[in-house]
């Protein structure tokens, strides 16, 4: 089956620091690739939606310049916190979508838990 | 935009029980709609989904879901539930062109021995 792995799988940095987070399609090509955030016991919300080759689109109140998305090739995006504090600690999950077979399905990454001190 | 509303919480039932997960949708057009299932620890995984055909769709682990478009509702069934069924699970609807996916706010589901 399709895989979605990310990495790290869980990051502690100090408050100010900027964390990247990788999100790789490992055997297929993901035209696009989703973001989302999901707080303790709470559900996915999407941060933004990467189309390879393109600028990233944004969900209402996710500002752009702290949640930097690149999807330079068709197996990879990555996120970028920018200059993170406590708040922004939460579980960030990519999802990514076969561009060849497009069945509508969403294959997940593993998830990564970002700590914020 | 479509959203995604799920009923319960938090379900607790015995083993052999059975389960049903209420799921509704809000959008005017044509969707498609699934059911993931998250085990503590693991990343979430598709149990089923529904584009077309046949409202009542089964999914892996004994799992099903009937698509009632009048009623906007896509509920996730099993008719006898196992300890090892504890997880989140969340209910997902895409537009018909399959932008980006909504959740609903996750059902926990605790199964007792």
Redesign the interface.
């Known amino acids: 089956g399709a895989v979605v792995s990310q990495h790290p799988s869980w990051v502690i940095c100090k408050s100010g620091t900027s964390v990247k987070i990788e999100c790789r399609s490992l055997d297929f090509q993901a035209t696009t690739m989703?973001w989302?955030r999901q707080f303790p016991?709470?559900?996915?919300?999407?941060m933004a939606?990467s189309n390879e080759g393109s600028k990233a689109t944004y969900e209402q109140g996710v500002e752009k310049d702290k949640f930097l998305i690149n999807h330079a090739s068709l197996t990879l995006s990555t996120l970028t916190v920018t200059s993170a504090h406590p708040e922004d600690s939460s579980f960030y999950?990519c999802?990514a979508?076969n561009g060849e077979t497009?069945t509508?399905?969403?294959f997940?990454?593993?998830?990564s838990r970002l700590t914020v001190l | 935009a479509q959203s995604v509303s799920q009923h319960n919480h938090h379900v607790i039932l015995s083993e052999a029980a059975s389960l049903e997960l209420g799921c509704n949708y809000s959008y005017g057009g044509t969707v498609n709609l699934f059911w993931y299932v998250q085990y503590p620890g693991q990343h979430l995984q598709l149990l089923l989904k529904y584009f077309s055909g046949d409202p009542l769709v089964k999914g892996i682990k004994g799992f099903e879901a009937e698509f009632i478009k009048s009623k906007f509702s896509f509920n996730l069934r099993k008719p006898s539930v196992q300890w090892s069924d504890t997880a989140e699970y969340f209910c997902a609807v895409t537009s018909y062109n399959n932008n980006d996916m909504r959740f609903g706010a996750g059902t926990r589901l605790t199964v007792k021995p």
């Open positions: 989703f989302y016991k709470q559900s996915l919300m999407l939606t999950i999802s979508r497009n509508g399905e969403l997940f990454g593993e998830g």
